[in-house]
């Protein structure tokens, strides 16, 4: 975003004035909206931030509201920005009492180039306005947050609302700043489109939906997808249980489960619509392989060197797209495999979806490494094998081949319990069985999959066999959506539950 603002005012497409006028303007409409009354603070630091929080502030006084302003930098923005009102700014001694008569702050402290701990005064100034009773409003993002790498490294500012300027930055995504974000607003302020287009996007429910699109009112269970899932070994049929029921929910047309013979009765109890499939009989084995439109192994597979010598047999016999999650990962990271090797001669498309331990074994690192810079964790193995890579997490990370990355937006502390990646893993396996690429296929599942625990599963508590019946509802929910009901707004998040850090699926 700083070189799409640089490159904007540089070019001449747009003035810098302009910007800051638009990005002022904008984050005063979304502060006026959310809270319509009450006397407003500005907390003005020396940079843009703080010129944006001046201008929200004279337009908000323009419009009749109650306005302070309290310079929080050695110096004010250029007071052209006042646009000619006269409109006193204190000094920072003046700041507890401006907040204490305050409904609401608007944080214009620091700006977006922080990297380190902020220093005194900006330090006090911050953790007096996280004291106050008065909501905070953040302009561009909060004070003292990384906007590149989402790291708080000192006194921050706790924001009920964050109006940012453009497009979401990472680090306003990512652990711990997205705790410190409150609700996210993404407002349109005049940029140009940005060339290069930047190499990572958000992943989102509008988006989910135009890749899911409807099924055709003539169609037949052969049109909805053939989906084979290996896994389960005995004692671990739960995990074949759960990823079958979330692929049928998801709209699969036919499933079919290749797991252990002791498996049968259950699976057939608790999946009546699925198949079953003795992993024992060879035979069986690769005529279901070869009728699967897309092939999910890992759930509950279980180790050892006969479940590497399966995958490795199954990874040989299919020719159709694969998701591999759980101990199919791990059976990846011991073998010779030819996907780690040479994915390009397996003829197919492959998803791998590890948490960062199976991340870690994959890359041949340590899980410390994998979590201090997921995104660059999951670009490196999907460059190195030519794979698509959903590294899980919060947010969870999508890494295409060549560079590309996806981000998801939805969170929720409901993920922290066992059996979700399953539900996600039979959610990816139905639709890579439609036809969806992997990435596309991981996009969407992450979105429908988010807004059916969101919707349907309590966070304490919630169980991952809650997931498979919402998934139903959350995709109904994807033809509510209006694309533009709130024009200007490219992406519009609420703030996390609890405000603590949320795990993604297991």
């Keep these: 975003m700083a070189e799409i603002d640089r490159v904007a005012v540089e070019s001449g497409a747009i003035p810098e004035r302009v910007l800051i006028e638009n990005a002022g303007r904008a984050l005063a409409r979304h502060l006026h909206e959310k809270y319509p009354s009450g006397r407003i603070v500005v907390l003005a630091g020396s940079g843009h931030n703080g010129a944006d929080a001046l201008v929200a502030g004279r337009t908000l006084a323009a419009w009749g509201r109650s306005v302070g302003f309290v310079q929080c930098g050695s110096r004010l923005p250029a007071p052209r920005v006042l646009a000619g009102w006269d409109l006193p700014v204190q000094p920072a001694e003046a700041l507890e009492h401006e907040l204490a008569a305050a409904t609401v702050a ?3 402290i620091l700006g977006t180039g922080l990297q380190t701990v902020p220093r005194a005064p900006q330090a006090r100034i911050i953790e007096c306005a996280n004291a106050a009773q008065a909501a905070v409003v953040a302009a561009d993002g909060p004070s003292g947050v990384d ?3 989402g790291g708080v ?5 706790r924001a009920d609302l964050t109006v940012t300027f453009g497009w979401p930055k990472i680090g306003l995504l990512r652990f711990p700043a997205r705790a410190q974000v409150g609700d996210l607003v993404c407002v349109e302020i005049g940029f140009p489109p940005p060339d290069p287009v930047p190499g990572t996007r958000a992943v989102t429910a509008s988006w989910a939906a135009e890749l899911l699109g409807g099924r055709p009112p003539a169609g037949h269970k052969g049109d909805a997808g053939y989906l084979a899932i290996v896994g389960g070994e005995p ?8 990823a079958a029921r979330a692929a049928v929910r998801s709209g699969i047309g036919i499933v079919r489960l290749v797991s252990a013979p002791e498996n049968r009765d259950i699976l057939q109890t608790s999946v009546p619509e699925a198949v079953f499939v003795d992993w024992t009989d060879a035979e069986a084995v690769e005529a279901t392989l070869g009728w699967a439109d897309a092939v999910a192994i890992g759930p509950g597979l279980g180790t050892g060197s006969a479940r590497v010598a399966l995958v490795e047999r199954v990874l ?11 101990d199919g990962l791990n059976a990846l990271a011991a073998s010779a495999s030819v996907v780690l090797r040479d994915p390009a001669a397996s003829g197919r498309p492959i998803l791998l979806t590890p948490h960062p331990g199976e991340m870690a074994r994959l890359l041949g690192s340590s899980v410390a490494e994998v979590r201090e810079d997921p995104p660059a964790a999951a670009r490196r193995l999907a460059d190195a094998a030519s794979v698509t890579v959903l590294l899980k997490g919060a947010p969870t990370w999508v890494a295409r081949p060549g560079g590309e990355l996806r981000a998801t937006t939805l969170v929720s502390s409901a993920f922290a319990s066992g059996g979700m990646g399953d539900v996600l893993t039979g959610v990816c396996g139905a639709y890579l069985g439609v036809g969806l690429a992997p ?5 969407a599942a992450l979105a429908v999959t988010a807004l059916a625990v969101l919707r349907g599963v309590d966070e304490v508590g919630g169980s991952a066999a809650d997931v498979p019946e919402a998934l139903v509802e959350a995709r109904r929910a994807l033809a509510t959506l209006r694309p533009g009901a709130w024009p200007g707004v490219p992406l519009a998040l609420p703030a996390v539950p609890g405000r603590g850090p949320a795990e993604g699926p297991d």
């Excluded at 159709?320 to 999650?325: G, K, T």
């Excluded at 990435?439 to 996009?443: H, Y």
């Design 106 to 108: 608007i944080d214009g």
């Design 147 to 149: 906007f590149t790498t």
């Design 153 to 157: 490294p000192g006194a921050a500012i």
């Design 235 to 242: 004692g671990m049929a739960g995990a074949v249980v759960l």
């Design 316 to 326: 040989a016999a299919a020719t159709v797209p694969l998701v591999v999650d759980a």
């Design 439 to 443: 990435a596309d296929a991981a996009t």
